[in-house]
Antibody, heavy 124, light 107 residues
Framework: EMQLVESGGTSVQPGGSLRISCAAS????????MSWVRQAPGKGLVWVSR????????TYADSVKGRFTISRDNAKNTLYLQMNTLRVEDTAVYFC?????????????????WGTGTTVIVSS | DIQMTQSPSTLSASVGDRVTITCRAS??????LAWYQQKPGKAPKLLIY???TLQTAVPSRFSGSGSGAEFTLTISSLQPDDSATYYC?????????FGQGTKVEVK
């Protein structure tokens, strides 16, 4: 069974740092692009970042560019999101998701497997 | 960046009704659009990709159509289990935005 399990979410003060993880199983992790998507309490889904299967390319939403870093360890089947200079508005459930890129590719893809999310609260 | 606008924001319909949700892009995105269903406290679930291709194991009462900048998600016969929020998402550029969501209530 394909599975993504996020971990590492916690409460942190504004200006602080946190790294969250996403452990993948049931599929060849190193073959797939991966993304992070977040959802603030009572709000909609917001795409955060994406990384190629080999880690050679990353993109970020403007709201996190320069503060967040997406990375992966294909030997450990794990995706990461390093979050620095956290703001109150970063409070959200963070989901990791597998990205499927069409055969005739547009720049990005859709997300077919999702984790259950990990909660990050930024508050003083 | 390409902006996605869904309508309506909420809708209430009865079991068996035909329901349509619209998603408009601020510019053409060809067919590079996905639809997701999300229930409270749960992860999103992929329903449709490439505007009209049904994801495996998704009930056939769900269908998608459209191309360019206007798309629809249709539930042909609404069921109690369809109570959820539905999101469109484009993947036509390097910033794959979601729509703001449409909350569907089953009366």
């Amino acid at each position: 069974e394909m599975q993504l399990v996020e971990s590492g979410g916690t409460s942190v003060q504004p200006g602080g740092s946190l790294r969250i993880s996403c452990a993948a199983s049931g599929f060849p992790f190193s073959n797939y692009w991966m993304s992070w998507v977040r959802q603030a309490p009572g709000k909609g889904l917001v795409w955060v970042s994406r990384i190629y299967n080999d880690g050679s390319s990353t993109t970020y939403a403007d709201s996190v560019k320069g503060r967040f870093t997406i990375s992966r360890d294909n030997a450990k089947n794990t995706l990461y999101l390093q979050m620095n200079t956290l703001r109150v508005e970063d409070t959200a459930v963070y989901f990791c998701a597998r990205v499927i890129v069409p055969t005739i590719p547009p720049p990005e893809g859709y997300m077919d497997v999702w984790g259950t999310g990990t909660t990050v609260i930024v508050s003083s | 960046d390409i902006q996605m606008t869904q309508s309506p924001s909420t809708l209430s319909a009865s079991v068996g009704d035909r329901v349509t949700i619209t998603c408009r892009a601020s510019q053409s995105i060809s067919i590079w659009l996905a639809w997701y269903q999300q229930k409270p406290g749960k992860a999103p679930k992929l329903l449709i990709y490439a505007a009209s291709t049904l994801q495996t194991a998704v009930p056939s009462r769900f269908s998608g159509s459209g191309s360019g900048a206007e798309f629809t998600l249709t539930i042909s016969s609404l069921q109690p289990d369809d109570s959820a929020t539905y999101y469109c998402q484009h993947y036509s550029s390097h910033y794959p935005e979601f729509g703001q969501g449409t909350k569907v209530e089953v009366k």
